[in-house]
């Protein structure tokens, strides 16, 4: 345990019991004023949002570049709405990767998501007929058509406590805005455990949501080394020594996920959005060499900010797919709901 989590888990146990009741004050008065449409601002096409109840990753990031995969398909031509965590400049590590897997389709960041995508549907600089919108399920200020919210099938959630004391940023109850619920990570879990987690949150969901269960899974790795990038196989990794560094909410799922397919020799657990300087890097370099590592294994969405660094090393980015058991019957909802009136 480093000593900035463990100054984390202190203050969440002495201070979180205390503030917690106070934060779930603060959250249920503004949701009982966006109840009644108070803040609420609509914007001049479909809306479908993608969001969690609590902070950390259950799979976002994935998941909406999943739908907007889908809708592309269906024919329509979505833009994906988000905050931008950190954003540099307009630029953020997670609408980095958007831009990257998605070439053509508009990535829109700002904190006041209803006003950058008014403003870019006047622009001319691109056409759009709706949004997802990333981490959207409390940012109600803007009307939406759909909501869809993650569930990390492996986690707590739906027992865990309110900010500070724990990870919800509201009640469990807040999944009766749910159209969708999407039980992530649920591969290789007992299927009475996800049966179970089912039955909990199709009682609290609204009336006639799906609820559907889904996995990560690395189908290959994108490979830089010596100025040039190729795509292998998931079994170039087996064999070779590596380093597994991350900057992400949940460092011991990739983490995991990596030591089932390399030998991990060390890894490195930076802060979620860590900014991957020069001298991080350098570091990262340096312990790898003294672990006798030859490759640097990392997410796509640190890649974004840690490329810039000159690698001698080897670096590799699992390439990650979303599998969504039962996702036609997603998709067609989320269909209708771009097909729908814009919410009002």
Known sequence: MTTSSRIVGLLRSTLGPVLAPVYGQVVARRNRAFDRGVGVVRVGVPVVSVGNLTVGGTGKTPMVAWLVARLLEQGFRPAIAMRGYRARGGLSDEAEVYRQTLPGVRVLVGPDRARVIAQALGDG?????????DDGMQHRQLARNLDVVLIDAQSRTLDDHLLPRGDLREPAAGLGR?????????????PEGVGALEGRVRGLAQPGALVVRAEHVWTGVRVRQGGVERLEGLPWLSGRGVLGACAVGRPERFLGMLGKVADVRTSVALPDHDAFSASTCAGIERAAALAGAQVVVMTEKDWTKARAHGWEIAVARPVLEMRVEGGAAVVERVRR????????
């Open 178 to 190: 749910a159209g969708v619920v999407v039980l992530t990570h649920a591969g290789g879990l007992a």
């Open 337 to 344: 709901a771009c097909q729908g009136p814009v919410p009002g």
């Open 125 to 133: 600089k691109g056409t759009f007929d709706c949004v997802v919108l």
